[in-house]
């Protein structure tokens, strides 16, 4: 099996990767992000395409590299991680009752032939109409602050949305199966890596 190198620390693209019973390795990276650009889409292809180059350079040994950049939107503004609970009360005042867009960049790249390919996933994601108290009450015991958008849509996050059109996966920061479409290109099925003794089921 070759070996996978998730350039990302992200605990929860870890998790869905662990679900498949996937073996994989973890190198985070230096690779300085930006949230300006043309569009949503391409900021996030960029930035993860950026993160897999960097990864891909520093390692010792073939291997298959996966990077990934998630970004909230609403239209043309993006929704970054919030610097303090004021903020973040606010931008969760923003999105309540309205559909925004949750975009993710993949980028992966077959170190032994130099192959790379990237792509985008895009998810509406529409909150329920939320209270004050409700949102105060949500940023108190998640404390968002590391989080684009200050949400999650785990845990205590599922009680923000009322639908999801697209990928869900992708909201939390991994589409799976769009992952596996751009791995096939480098000739590499995730359905071969499946692991009966180590995929999780929840």
Known sequence: MRRIVLASGSPRRRALLDSLGLQFGVITSDAEETNHGESPALIVERNAALKRDDVAARLEGDALVIAADTLVFEGPRVLAKPPNRAEAIAMLEHLSGRTHQVC?????????????????????????????????????VVNPLDRAGAYTVDGPGMLLVARYGGCYQNVLGLPVARLDALLRQLDFHLFDALDKERAVFL
């Open 104 to 140: 993710t960049g993949l980028a992966v790249c077959d170190t032994a032939t130099g192959r790379a390919v990237q792509g985008t996933e895009t998810t509406d994601v529409t909150f329920r109409e939320l209270t004050r108290a409700e949102i105060e009450r949500f940023v108190d």
